[in-house]
């Protein structure tokens, strides 16, 4: 066959990123990290040069040194962002199907950074910048990521 | 180091599918036009610098197989790929070359046409080091999915917390994009042609991400962009008006692992972008610039979402912290003001992604030449500043031109 083709076409790309496990150093701070959560306790880990307060866990700091020392905070932290999934955000496109959920970026009191979690028991009206949550532990946590991503209204 | 200045800068046609031209045809509209602006070949090119996401496109090492199209053949060459930043990078390694006095004249090309494959793909391989991770904590995937997917994914909850932190409302998003819209509308290499939008049309477009709409956000293009780039001194027996590049610095923000929420340093703050200011500070200094809120005539901030025009205008150092919705209130913003941002229409209104950075640099360096026509600012353009955010969210590339050498 030989074609001169007018037009170009899109080939649509397919990587199941679900299947991937990853050899990760971080795995090895995050188990230690993840069993506390039996004890429905968050752990920190602190850099020894600039303070700071990482949870959860990396292996090196902003400031190049490796955190090392592990501290406990609290599971009641600050809401630091927001945003909506599903129907309360895309309005009818492909990913609006499904739940809906707010989703924020929770600080833990003593920690330094920021993770998200499912913000539950609350309207999409009342969440702000500045509001207090706590973590919602499951009955018997299993020590694994999913235990610390629920939060609720804390006052 | 010798100075260093754009002599020839050259744009494809950018709209969303370009079903016309292949990849290396693409790259061939706009070096060829780079060639014509100079009266150059590539013989009188040293090196070809080039850059795109390969993973977008799904073609890895194009500038290989379209060697012919690049006018590279028998030249040394180079690919550099950075993600958003891509385009500022490679003028970086234009910059690089010319400066260490190795080369005196070289093409920087960068491209993305992200119709051929699949750009949300090449993304989620990008943030492959943070998803992974959070698959081996135990997450659940359907959980991660909704936290948000895409750029938008990220920029959300920039925008939210930038929000909040400098007093930015939903009508200053609207504001900044109508602006930038209609100044794309005055630049026939700009993708989405809307003139006279109003910010009130803007807050009509569906909600894609809270708290961005759908005349928030960047489209989809293909195009590319290509400047000839030589030293001071061939500048100047090639044109009469060169833009130099005063100074190019980068800085790598917090790495990908955990940077899932939005790349601020340390995951602090999303919206904090030290790396910018670092790399801004550099930047102003290398270049002689004392005060960049009064050196600075244009700024070209690297934008795909309308709240980072505002907080990335901030963290270039043009005003404190959280001044920007006032500036842009106080109408300095627009074309006929005392700081024009985003006069091309910005990568709100055109985002060939690979290209979007270099296009910055392109843009400062035709309103100092005074090439750009319609969306020529009014006011007479010393000094302006491009800048580039990308990597895996963690990278910023800043450019300073002026129409005199560095001091």
Request: charged residues 20%; contains cysteine; glycine residues 12%.
């Amino acid at each position: 066959m030989n074609e001169y083709k007018e037009e170009t076409t899109s080939i649509k790309g397919n990587w199941p990123l679900i299947h991937y496990r990853w050899k990760s150093e971080t795995v090895k701070l995050m188990a230690n990290f993840l069993e506390a959560f039996k004890e429905k306790k968050v752990l920190g880990l602190k850099c020894p040069c600039c303070g700071l307060v990482y949870t959860p866990p990396k292996p090196f700091c902003r400031c190049l040194c490796r955190p090392e020392e592990w501290v406990e905070v609290s599971d009641e932290g600050v809401v630091t962002t927001f945003t909506f999934s599903g129907a309360w955000s895309f309005e009818g496109m492909l990913e609006g199907e499904g739940e809906s959920r707010i989703i924020v970026g929770v600080k833990l009191d003593g920690a330094d950074t920021m993770f998200l979690c499912m913000l539950e028991g609350s309207d999409p009206e009342e969440v702000n910048v500045g509001m207090r949550v706590r973590i919602r532990w499951p009955e018997a946590p299993e020590g694994k990521i999913g235990d610390m991503m629920i939060v609720e209204r804390a006052t | 180091m010798q100075d260093v200045a754009v002599v020839g800068i050259g744009l494809s046609k950018h709209v969303s599918k370009r079903r016309d031209v292949n990849i290396a045809e693409l790259v061939y509209e706009a070096v060829s036009a780079a060639y014509e602006d100079t009266g150059l070949s590539p013989h009188d090119i040293g090196a070809v610098i080039t850059g795109n996401m390969p993973a977008f496109e799904g073609v890895n090492l194009p500038e290989l197989w379209g060697a012919g199209h690049w006018g590279a053949y028998n030249k040394p060459l180079l690919r550099i790929t950075t993600g958003g930043t891509t385009g500022g990078s490679v003028v970086h390694g234009a910059f690089y070359a010319v400066a260490s006095g190795i080369f005196d004249a070289v093409i920087a090309i960068a491209f993305e046409k992200q119709s051929d494959g699949d750009t949300t793909m090449g993304l989620n391989t990008v943030a492959l080091a943070d998803i992974a991770p959070m698959l081996l904590y135990g997450a659940d995937p359907t959980l991660l999915i909704s936290m948000g997917g895409g750029a938008i994914g990220a920029v959300a909850y920039q925008a939210t917390s930038y929000m909040k932190s400098s007093g930015c409302t939903t009508h200053h998003l609207d504001k900044v994009a109508a602006m930038c819209r209609d100044n794309a509308a005055k630049n026939p290499y700009a993708h989405l042609q809307q003139p006279g939008i109003t910010p009130e049309e803007v807050a009509k477009t569906k909600m894609m991400e809270y708290p961005l709409r759908f005349g928030h956000c960047c489209p989809a293009t293909d195009g590319a962009c290509a400047m000839i780039i030589t030293s001071g001194e061939k500048a100047k027996k090639i044109t009469d008006c060169p833009a130099y590049i005063k100074s190019c610095t980068s800085c790598s923000d917090e790495g990908a692992v955990f940077g899932l929420y939005g790349g601020g340093t340390a995951n602090v703050d999303p919206c904090e972008q030290e790396g910018c200011k670092i790399a801004a500070k550099k930047a102003y200094e290398l270049a002689g610039i004392k005060d960049p809120s009064r050196e600075i005539d244009v700024a070209e901030p690297y934008a795909p979402f309308a709240n980072q025009l505002l907080m990335f205008y901030e963290r270039l150092l043009l005003c404190e912290e959280g001044g920007a919705p006032a500036v842009l209130d106080s109408g300095s913003m627009y074309l006929d003001g005392d700081l024009p941002v985003c006069p091309s229409g910005g990568v709100i209104s055109t985002n060939a992604i690979g290209a979007s950075a270099m296009e910055r640099v392109a843009e400062c360096a035709m309103q100092i030449m005074g090439k750009a026509g319609e969306h020529q600012v009014k006011k007479e353009v010393h000094n302006a500043v491009a800048h580039g955010w990308g990597g895996a969210l963690n990278l910023i590339v800043v450019a300073v031109l002026g129409d005199t050498p560095r001091g």
